[in-house]
């Protein structure tokens, strides 16, 4: 307003004012505002830039009230001064108009987007936003009000609305820009370990481990046994936290908590592979301790991704290469399914691993990573000799159908091509046909006769093998005698129950592929041509 007012004239501050409004020239303006807001007396140019830079810093949007309690701590101290608290209104006097608050959401946010774009021009406009934040997050953590509270809670209570902000992302905060003062505010709140109600509220907002969609939306809260500080931060994977934790020996690198999960998993869950690492270069930490679902760290790192921890574990002598989960899927069929293209062949280079293993729905690796369309996968196990891509699961389809129903079209190419020492038989929708036995080898004896369709070359019709099927005899559950006698010639006879014919064995869980359906269509728009 005031770059509006210095023009003399209506025409220079008309112009002036349409040249902000498209967002020409706001630079300037906003540098003014700063050096404005800088030049305020006492605490209202820490309380104007502080808020300036939670909201432009923070891993989500902030209510009004979660900023102004953010504001009012103060690193060093034992607990939360209420007094310190400022209102609203003193937020935003502060910030001489460059925040604004939501009225529908009560949201604090910059006053124009733009604002965000300058701040972001210029990084040096905040002294180490992030160690501060962190900071600020994990002294509030520990105030001693807060560690009072009960892990039960069902709600958070409303004089403490930043405890939620602070539970779940200081850590994001510390990744960005650990130092040696937020390092040490760590360790003090993780050696509580899931006595804190921040372990809780964590875990129960997220984290799907603990909790699934509809136990959350119930409020339970998550099984918090046996979690401890080093679960903690290796779900949060700070690694040099981690480093410090392990180097205290007060925690067991080999706990389990309530899933039977290690700090070992939950590094890999986390996708940290270097605090994986560092877990393993642990002499302690012992690999092969799977979680509840019979998941051990070689089938969390092949289903993540991470490369050079599935080679780290593969050198120990007892890691099982081949160890199926409680569902019966092996490292090499989560590898096959999340479309790892190098773990896939570091694993089937192992000489232990069965390349062809079914699980308790009766899928192979190609199957699911067929479903999921990665095509270079397919390829890798379509060249082995030991991978039948035409096995079909407990319902009856086969790699190719998974590859269909899920709209795959590559690798259905890929899958419907012709491959040497096949004895594809023809399907439908993934589902393979009763048809001709494979033509006898040269070495068999075989019988002058007539040529077959498969000899010539040419596939059997699909259809040829469905045959018309006929219902079998009515049971004589009512004799004509039996009719006659109990029923006079007035009453009508009680009709036998029909039994409907037999449905071909195909059509039972078959589910017709594009090809036939595209042919009944156009046939049945021959038949009933539009009007």
């Not at 899933?259 to 996708?271: D, F, Q, Y």
């Not at 062809?356 to 996968?377: F, I, M, N, Q, W």
Request: charge should be negative; charged fraction near 25%; aromatic fraction near 6%.
């Amino acid at each position: 307003m005031d770059a509006v007012l210095e023009d003399a004239t209506i025409h220079q501050r008309r112009q002036t004012l349409h040249k902000m409004t498209n967002g020409f020239g706001l630079e300037d303006a906003y540098s003014a505002t700063l050096d404005r807001i800088r030049g305020q007396r006492g605490n209202k140019v820490r309380l104007g830039m502080e808020a300036l830079m939670w909201i432009s810093c923070s891993e989500r949007p902030l209510k009004a009230d979660e900023l102004c309690q953010a504001l009012a701590v103060e690193v060093g101290t034992a607990d939360l001064n209420v007094r310190n608290v400022p209102s609203t209104r003193t937020l935003l006097s502060c910030t001489l108009g460059l925040v604004t608050i939501d009225e529908q959401s009560s949201t604090a946010r910059l006053v124009h987007f733009t604002l965000q774009e300058y701040i972001a021009a210029h990084p040096d406009l905040f002294i180490t936003p992030h160690s501060m934040m962190a900071e600020i997050c994990l002294t509030y953590l520990n105030f001693q009000s807060i560690c009072d509270l009960s892990t039960s809670l069902d709600t958070i209570p409303s004089t403490m609305p930043f405890l939620h902000y602070a539970s779940c992302y200081w850590g994001f905060h510390a990744k960005k820009h650990l130092t040696e003062g937020v390092k040490l505010l760590a360790l003090q709140l993780l050696r509580r370990d899931a006595g804190h109600i921040s372990a809780d509220i964590l875990l129960r907002e997220e984290s799907v481990d603990f909790l699934s969609w509809s136990d959350r939306r119930h409020g339970k809260h998550p099984d918090l046994r046996g979690f401890t500080g080093l679960h903690y931060i290796s779900y949060m994977g700070i690694t040099e936290i981690a480093i410090a934790m392990v180097d205290m020996k007060v925690w067991d690198s080999n706990g389990r908590d309530s899933n039977g999960a290690t700090p070992l998993i939950w590094a890999l869950k986390s996708r940290n592979p270097m605090l994986a690492k560092l877990f393993l270069e642990q002499g302690d930490v012992d690999p092969t301790l799977s979680d509840k679902q019979g998941l051990t760290p070689l089938a969390h790192a092949a289903k993540a991704g991470h490369q050079d921890v599935v080679e780290l574990l593969l050198q120990r002598k007892n890691v099982n290469p081949d160890s199926g989960d409680e569902g019966g899927r092996t490292p090499l069929s989560y590898a096959a399914g999340s479309g790892h293209e190098g773990i896939v062949k570091i694993l089937l280079d192992q000489g232990d691993v069965n390349s062809d293993s079914s699980d308790k729905d009766g899928r192979t690796p190609l199957s699911y990573a067929a479903e999921s369309g990665h095509e270079s996968v397919v390829k890798i196990l379509l060249e082995r000799e030991d991978v039948n891509p035409d096995l079909s699961d407990i319902n009856g389809r086969t790699p190719l159908g998974h590859a269909e129903w899920s709209g795959k079209i590559d690798v259905v190419r890929l899958l419907s091509e012709p491959r040497p020492f096949s004895h594809k038989k023809p399907q439908i929708g993934g589902r393979t046909l009763k048809g001709p036995s494979p033509a006898p080898s040269a070495q068999e004896e075989v019988e002058p006769g007539p040529v077959s369709q498969q000899q010539q070359g040419t596939l059997p019709d699909p259809r040829d093998d469905i045959t018309e099927a006929t219902p079998p005899p009515l049971p004589d559950r009512f004799p004509l005698n039996q009719l006659q006698a109990s029923h006079p010639a007035s009453a009508p006879a009680p009709i036998p129950t029909l039994h409907a014919a037999p449905v071909p064995a195909i059509l039972k869980h078959s589910r017709p592929s594009k090809t036939i359906r595209q042919i009944l269509r156009n046939t049945r728009r021959k038949l009933f041509p539009p009007s």
